[in-house]
């Protein structure tokens, strides 16, 4: 699968890229990370990619020109032309199935701004899918550039050792359940002990035991979230 990200910032992404699973997923060539700098589409000698908004306000806004012709120049780099995804607090906001669901696409372009956001025109011109990793502001598009990646190449064959584990990844599947408690050596710590059931062998009372404290997770959540709203 084939990423293009489109940033003002590329640096930003040298040390997510250089570790861990997406590292050895690049290696193994599961993945592809390209990264684009908008920058290199400015115009003029000043190299311009941002300007005050017409009407007045505070902040800048990133011109339509530098970012209009940079999708227009990574899209042909590879085929397919992909699915273009701008990263913007307006967007429709991230969950596990459209994680999924971009995960069925061999190519996502995804275009990361600053700034107060894009020239409308951007959207008008692209139509990009706006996606949203939560409802607050980051200071661009850069980190939920990162989220979307590091979600989505779980589901990429092979990426994860065992192909069948990103499945039992919470909110995968059709039991959308929160995982179980996990424990691991030692037994004990500070007077805190692992549950006997998990050191029984009985992996009938494991699983339901599991099964259990997965339910009681998500419901206590499920009581969190409404406590939020209230
Ligand atoms: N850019 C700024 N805030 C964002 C958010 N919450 N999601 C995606 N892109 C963003």
């Not at 050191?199 to 599991?210: D, F, K, V, Y």
Request: hydrophobic share 35%; glycine share 10%; proline share 5%.
């Amino acid at each position: 699968m084939r990423f293009d990200v489109l940033t003002l910032f590329p640096q930003m992404f040298a040390g997510y890229l250089s570790h861990s699973l997406l590292a050895k997923a690049i290696e193994k060539r599961l993945v592809d990370v390209q990264l684009h700098d908008i920058r290199d589409w400015a115009k003029g000698k000043h190299n311009k990619v941002d300007d005050r908004p017409f009407g007045g306000g505070p902040g800048m806004v990133m011109m339509v020109e530098p970012v209009v012709e940079c999708v227009e120049a990574i899209r042909p780099l590879a085929e397919p032309p992909g699915r273009l995804i701008q990263l913007t607090p307006q967007g429709r906001r991230l969950d596990q199935s459209i994680v999924e669901e971009l995960s069925g696409e061999e190519r996502l372009i995804l275009l990361c701004g600053r700034y107060e956001g894009f020239d409308e025109r951007v959207s008008e011109i692209l139509q990009p899918d706006a996606i949203s990793v939560g409802d607050y502001v980051l200071n661009g598009g850069e980190v939920a550039a990162m989220v979307i990646v590091d979600a989505v190449i779980r589901h990429v064959p092979g990426v994860l050792g065992d192909e069948e584990s990103s499945k039992q990844d919470s909110f995968s599947g059709e039991q959308r359940h929160l995982e179980w408690a996990q424990y691991t050596r030692p037994r004990e710590y500070r007077g805190h002990v692992v549950p006997d059931v998990l050191m029984s062998g009985n992996h009938e009372q494991i699983a339901a035991w599991r099964a259990e404290q997965g339910r009681l997770r998500t419901e206590a959540r499920e009581r969190g979230e409404m406590k939020n709203e209230e």
